[in-house]
């Protein structure tokens, strides 16, 4: 009963939108649902990371320094800001066409989707905070919380492969009314959310409300 009860409310926080999922569509958006995939998959090995963090006491960490709190979070704010500017900085017209059509390799794709998710501090923060609450006192912490987060994390990718595949139809409905009008259109709203992302990031709260 317990454990149905976390699936469900797994499920609903992974259905709302939030900033990983703003990053994953704009990767969609802008080369692809291949793109978009590997996006899910980079995701969730990072949030797979928060997990064994806020497993390790991690998150306690976070929660009585904010100074370590706010290291990495402008880490992961800066990140999101160089992928943003990376963006407009991608060459116009007909050569923006191509690099739109031709996503980068899987492997960079998972690798900026596991550091923008790794580096979220409050990702950590979330599970020392959602994981107790569906965990029983009188057995090891460690393994509850890393099963329990796994378990979030998988639905989470379920969820976030959803959006891929809703944002990839989108994604054909622009490039068939012209791939050179879409293409500079994606590029920069691409670059707009990964900056929105960094200065969200940058801007929020350095301890997050109890």
């Known amino acids: 009963m317990v454990f149905a009860a976390f699936v469900l409310a797994s499920l609903v926080l992974a259905v709302t939108p939030g900033p990983g999922v703003a990053y994953i569509v704009a990767r969609t958006l802008a080369q692809g649902r291949g793109a978009g995939l590997a996006s899910v998959a980079g995701v969730a090995a990072g949030n797979l990371g928060n997990v064994l963090g806020a497993s390790l006491g991690l998150a306690a960490v976070f929660a009585v320094s904010s100074a370590a709190f706010t290291v990495v979070k402008f880490a992961g704010a800066g990140y999101l800001l160089w992928l943003g500017v990376q ?49 029983d006192p009188h057995a090891a912490v460690a393994p509850q919380a890393a099963l329990l987060g796994a ?10 492969t959803g959006y891929v595949l ?24 691409t670059a707009a959310t990964f900056i929105g992302l960094g200065l969200y990031a940058a801007a929020s709260s350095s301890r997050p409300a109890p």
């Open 151 to 160: 378990v979030f994390v998988a639905i989470a990718a379920v969820t976030d």
């Open 87 to 135: 963006a407009l900085r991608r060459p116009s017209d007909e050569a923006t066409a191509r690099a739109l059509s031709d996503a980068p390799r899987p492997a960079r794709l998972i690798r900026d989707g596991f550091v923008v998710a790794l580096l979220n501090p409050k990702t950590a923060l979330f599970f020392g905070a959602f994981l107790p609450q569906f965990m």
């Open 166 to 189: 809703l944002a990839g139809g989108v994604g054909r409905v622009l490039a068939g009314r012209g791939a050179k009008r879409a293409a500079p259109l994606a590029r920069y709203a």
